[in-house]
């Protein structure tokens, strides 16, 4: 497949990068800086530059052919809105986007501990939930995960919807690279399109 990732030098983004390189994809690793990417070029890899503020950069490096993977965070309210509309501006096949388990379609599920992340995210929750949402309506899976933290892939992972949500853990960790293997599934095999999916470790 022909795989675009969204901010590949992040850390989570460069698990979706080496996963979809591991599973024989070719992939377009998109990041502001991508000499901040540290993986060689060839073998499947094109790095490219573009900056969400500016979506003219996000079309020029996402195919319309193409499946886009977000590993896309920020630390500035707008971003990941700003994000999500110039990647569906872009008009790729598929959107798989990151998004964080408790908010928005899933903070009901979570139930009232998912609470503390309305104090954690400040203004970010409100762009978050806008974020998810305009990728829910263009048809985009999004993946609600919890408490993201490095390591190896979890060998009991799964993917539910919400119906099978658990209570929000703010102690539970989910590792990157099984939130990675998550969503390169869900790029093989859609089964979530419009729809929110969790990662879960168990």
Do not use: C
């Not at 400040?122 to 829910?136: I, N, P």
């Amino acid at each position: 497949m022909n795989l675009t990732v969204l901010a590949a030098s992040g850390r989570t983004g460069l698990e979706l990068t080496r996963e979809a390189l591991r599973r024989g994809h070719t992939v377009t690793a998109v990041a502001r800086d991508p000499a901040r990417i540290p993986l060689p070029d060839g073998g499947g890899l094109r790095k490219a530059t573009a900056d969400v503020a500016d979506p003219a950069s996000v079309a020029a490096v996402i195919g319309a052919g193409s499946v886009v993977l977000s590993g896309l965070g920020t630390d500035r309210a707008g971003t990941l809105l700003a994000g999500a509309e110039a990647v569906i501006a872009a008009g790729p096949a598929r959107i798989i986007w990151l998004g964080a388990y408790g908010t928005g379609p899933s903070a009901e599920a979570a139930g009232e501990a998912a609470g503390v992340l309305g104090k954690v995210l400040g203004d970010r929750l409100a762009d978050k939930v806008a974020a998810d949402t305009a990728v829910l309506a263009a048809g985009g899976t999004v993946f609600h995960a919890g408490m993201l933290t490095d390591g190896p892939e979890s060998p009991d992972r799964r993917t539910a919807g919400l119906a099978e949500a658990p209570p929000f853990d703010l102690g539970a960790k989910i590792t990157r690279a099984t939130v990675a293997a998550a969503m390169l599934d869900e790029a093989e095999h859609p089964r979530f399109a419009g729809a929110v999916a969790l990662p879960l470790a168990g």
